[in-house]
């Protein structure tokens, strides 16, 4: 281990904590520091705080249908995130595909190719065509200076997503969409919990999808939820997702089955109790990551860009030209060494073949994204992600370089 980046320099603290439910001390540490890392790992809370839940839906035999427990989780995450309605889904899939129905979207939907692939398939999905607008260097997010371009006598919305967690610039997406009478739906899968200056993140736009996918800062092992501006239209969304009925008899609309059932529910009421603890841990380990990777040529790491209130949720560092070995060459060496980052997000949705045809798709359109997808790397980043792990990723990352961090860390206290 190199002595520039010893556990000592950490002025944070342990990383273990009992609040995780884990063995804590040196032994356990020294024990987990071979495990393979990989870029993230599913937060699970104490088993024993989700029997009595399983309990209580054993007693009542209710399974899904929107059960209590499906009731109590909106409750309680329009409470956590300090919004007025959300309806839960059963993936973040349906619910974009939902989004999008409920607003009846059609023709071409301006879109980000530096996603998951999800985003743009919810659009084909409904036989609507994606138009790949380029990315901010900055943000990494749909660039709003661009989009006007693409807009045609087609277009009826724009789907931006909060890539990271790093807000869309919203109030510029916003004033195009007014100009243009265009919807706006925010594929929010990663910003979970991320506030602006006003509140939520959630809260603009016309919808947003969630996704609580195991992968996610909130997990229901599979889950997903659009936040809605209205009673009105969660109704008209609680509707899609059960087929479209209104009552036993009454079917008003072609809907889909994208509940959320019990256990699922249930599941996510004993993530929120722990979900702040999970996200400073997340927080603190960005902070050692920041610290130590500052003054490495190469490493540009993205950061948290324009929130009041981050998620930690990826930790994206771009490998420049002049780091010492390629990005495909440090994710090698990472792997060499037990450590599996991401290449999120290569390659481009738009170079998938079924979009790739696409005018929109071709890669002088989306300079800066073609060239952020063949730099980014996301290094891991989860809850019990250990010091000595940490410490394990950063001696590969600094390892080629010259320019290593070094000496004490202090790591400030959330606002
Ligand atoms: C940006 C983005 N959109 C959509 C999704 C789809 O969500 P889910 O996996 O819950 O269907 C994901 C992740 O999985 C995602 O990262």
């Known amino acids: 281990m190199n002595s520039n980046v010893s ?61 209590p427990m ?96 790093n807000p869309c610039d919203v109030k510029a997406i916003q004033d195009i969409a007014d100009n243009y009478n265009l919807r706006v739906v925010y594929d929010a899968a990663h910003a979970f919990g991320v506030r602006d200056a006003g509140g939520s993140i959630l809260r603009h736009g016309d919808l947003s999808a ?30 899609l997702k059960n087929f479209g009925f209104v009552d036993e008899v009454t079917v008003v609309a072609p809907g889909i089955n994208g509940k959320m059932g019990e256990v699922n529910a249930a599941f996510g009421l004993v993530q929120l109790r722990h979900v702040d603890c999970a996200i400073e841990r997340r927080r603190e380990i960005a902070c050692i990551y920041d610290e130590q990777l500052k003054s490495v040529k190469g490493i540009r790491p993205v950061g948290s860009v324009g929130q009041a209130k981050a998620n930690y949720s990826y930790y994206p560092v771009l490998v420049e030209d002049d780091y010492p070995l390629s990005r495909d060459e440090l994710y090698q060496a990472l792997r060499n060494n037990n450590i599996y980052a991401r290449k999120y997000f290569y390659p481009l949705i738009s170079d998938f073949p079924m979009y790739r ?19 980014v790397l996301c290094l891991p980043i989860y809850p019990v992600l250990d010091r000595h792990e940490v410490l394990k990723v950063l001696e590969v990352v600094l390892g080629p370089s010259e320019n290593r961090g070094g000496g004490g860390l202090t790591c400030p206290a959330t606002s």
Not at 33 to 51: A, C, G, K, M
Not at 128 to 147: G, M
Not at 213 to 224: C, D, L, Q, R, S
């Open 210 to 239: 969630m996704s609580f996918h195991a992968t996610k800062v909130f997990n229901t092992f599979e889950g997903g939820a659009i936040v809605c501006p209205d009673a009105k239209t969660k109704l008209r969304i609680d509707r």
């Open 357 to 375: 045809g696409m005018a929109s798709a071709a890669r002088e359109n989306l300079p800066v994204a073609s060239e952020v997808a063949r730099k």
């Open 7 to 67: 556990a000592d320099s950490f002025g944070v603290q342990d990383l273990r904590s009992a609040d995780y439910g884990q063995a804590a001390g040196h032994g356990a540490e020294e024990a987990m520091s071979d495990r393979r890392i990989n870029v993230t790992q599913p937060y699970l809370p104490p088993l024993e705080e989700f029997i009595p839940y399983l309990r209580q839906i054993w007693d009542s035999k209710m399974l899904t249908n929107g059960g």
């Open 70 to 165: 499906h009731q109590h989780l909106e409750e309680a995450l329009c409470e956590y995130l300090g919004i007025e309605h959300i309806a839960l889904f059963n993936n973040g899939t349906t619910a974009l595909l939902t989004a999008l129905q409920s607003l009846r979207i059609t023709g071409e939907v301006i879109t980000t190719p530096y996603s998951f692939v999800a985003t743009a398939h919810s659009l084909l999905w409904n036989g609507i065509k994606p138009v790949f607008v380029d990315i901010d260097p900055r943000t990494l997010n749909l660039d709003p200076r661009k989009i006007e371009a693409a807009i045609t006598p087609h277009t009826t919305a724009i789907m931006p997503v909060h890539c990271y967690g």
